[in-house]
């Protein structure tokens, strides 16, 4: 986008040293979020890092360049460790693999729309990036909302449900903690 060849080569060598160092560096930071955050405001974190790196990637500065690197290198660890941490969560380590395996399997059917990406870039916007960019960033941020509604809504659900059932249980324990004070004796 700035059309500097040089420059291009200058953000590709800064990418290929920034991908492993930031899956290293964010690994702690990771390993924190995925402990003490809940699933909706984890999902959240992603929806606003994914965002944000398709804002910043339309924008035809240098700076703006390194900073969409940056992200990215800190986004791509989080993502793959939020999508493994999530699939255990919900569906539990004997169906983990079937479950993230589906789940890779679904992100490279999308890939294949690729090529038509490109094509729109180059033929009908004229290789122009940022329509296709602030499309992409309007359906990500618009499924990635309501996807993460959708968390918040069964998560109150789920939890209301376990509130009602251990409101049950409760008063169950009382009424048999109540009834053992009697004795009972049988006729004979």
Same mark, same amino acid.
């Given at each position: ?54 804002? #910043? ?32 969560? #919900? ?53 990635? #909302?309501?996807? #993460? ?40």
């Amino acid at each position: 986008m700035t059309g500097s060849e040089h420059f291009a080569r200058q953000i590709n060598a800064f990418f290929d040293v920034m991908l492993p160092v930031g899956g290293v560096a964010a690994t702690p930071a990771i390993g924190y979020l995925l402990d003490s955050v809940s699933t909706a405001a984890l999902l959240g974190i992603l929806v606003a890092l994914t965002t944000a790196i398709g804002i #910043v990637g339309s924008l035809p500065f240098a700076w703006a360049a390194y900073v969409n690197v940056i992200l990215f290198c800190l986004l791509r660890p989080l993502y793959y460790s939020a999508m493994s941490d999530y699939a255990t969560k #919900v569906f539990g380590f004997q169906t983990f693999g079937r479950v993230y395996g589906m789940i890779i399997a679904l992100s490279g059917l999308v890939n294949l729309f690729q090529p038509a990406i490109d094509a729109a870039t180059h033929d009908v916007f004229h290789d122009n990036p940022i329509p296709i960019n602030a499309i992409l960033t309007s359906l990500g941020f618009l499924f990635g #909302v309501m996807l #993460v509604l959708y968390v918040i809504v069964q998560g109150r659900r789920i939890r209301a449900l376990q509130a009602e059932q251990d409101e049950t249980v409760s008063l169950l324990v009382s009424i048999a903690e109540d009834e053992s004070e009697y004795e009972y004796s049988t006729f004979r």
